[in-house]
Every structure is written in C-alpha cells, then in structure tokens.
C-alpha cells in the first residue's frame, strides 16, 4: 500500500506562493484587471451611461474609462477618507477594500485606447476665452489636457459641466487638495466656466465603458 505525502502547511503554502510568484508582471496585471472589471457593477449605473446627469446641482457624471491608473487611485481613496463629499461615492468606496480600489482603477485605466470617445457638447465662444487662461493648468493637465503625469487627471474631452462644478468644489474647499485649492481659489466663476468649456474641446482618452 502506497503510503500518502501530507506537507506541512507551511511548506504547502511556500509551494502556494512560488506558484504565485512566478506569474509575470503582465500576468498579474491582467488579473487585476480581471477582477477589477468584476468589482464594476455599482460603478456601471452612473458612469456607464452617456451623458447621465447628477440632477442636483445639475452636472454630467465624469468620463473614467481611459483615465490615469494613479489619479483614479487617489480620487477613490479621497473619497473614502471624505476629502471629496459626495454620499454616493463615499459610501461606495468604503465598501471596498484598498486592494479592490486598486483592481477597480486599473481595469478602467485598461479601458485606454479600446473605448470610443465623444467630444462633448461646449460652448465654441467660452472655449476660445478659456484657451488664454489655461497656462497655468498646462503645467499639471497639459496645454490642451491631457496630463503630464498618472497621477493627475486627463481633462481633454471630459462633460465641462463636470470641469466646471469639480473647479467650484475645490475653489470653495468641498474637496480637498492643496494644490487644487489654492489654483481655483482665485478664479471667479466667469472664468471656471471658460476653462471647463476650453478643456471638454480638446480630444482626448476619456470614453464611455464598453457594454455598459
């Protein structure tokens, strides 16, 4: 009779993990993506829809498929520590683990290059005013929007009413960033809403996610 090998746990869990670590890094961010795209289905129901507005104050639910891995990352995180006030993604993203927000905003970063994408509808006059104002966001965004770095956002050809009321929250302290708060505090809303129309003109990544 054959006698039967147990392994210790330990050593069946060091077996576990050599297994694990020989999976490459592209492996492994295919599987991120994989489960972040499972984790999707309480973000679908407004940022899947073309165009859906927040009824009160009336704005368009940002574009996120496309977007930079690193910003998603951080605006989850805001978020879930109420730098950034809004019920609904506040209490979406503290059902969450920061490993599943990490799965959830790589799988939209994924989304770059394979999703269409719509210039907005924009004020043609309040975007030609905006394009002289603009300098100083060039250094983070770009001069015509699209970022210089992960970790900030991609604003060519996001909703400009979306632009326009993230720029009110950080020129009034509704959300939190030093960098941010201390740019839109100076702006009166004459000029948050030209900037905002000159951004949503430029083609950019931003698009709307795929079989939502």
Known sequence: ???????????????????????????????????????????IGCHGIRGYNIPYPNYNVPKIAGQNRAYLLAALKDYRD????FPTMVAETRAFTKHELR???????????????RTPIYSRSEAKRGAKLVSTCAACH??????????????????????ERAL????????????????AASL???????IA???????GPLGQIPGA
């Open 1 to 43: 009779m054959r006698r039967r090998t147990v392994l210790p746990l330990a050593a069946l869990g060091l077996a576990l993990f050599s297994v694990s670590a020989l999976a490459t890094p592209h492996e492994m961010r295919q599987e991120m993506i994989e489960r972040g795209k499972t984790l999707t289905f309480a973000c």
């Open 82 to 85: 109420g730098l950034r006030q």
């Open 103 to 117: 799965e959830i905003a790589t799988y939209f970063a994924s989304l770059r290059g394979r999703v269409k994408t």
């Open 142 to 163: 770009g001069l015509h929007g699209i970022a210089v770095a992960p970790e900030f956002p991609d604003l060519a050809g996001q909703y400009p009413s979306y632009l």
């Open 168 to 183: 009110e929250e950080y020129k009034h302290g509704l959300r939190r960033n030093a960098i941010m708060n201390g740019m």
């Open 188 to 194: 009166t809303h004459r000029e948050i809403v030209e």
């Open 197 to 203: 129309n000159y951004f949503a003109s430029q083609k």
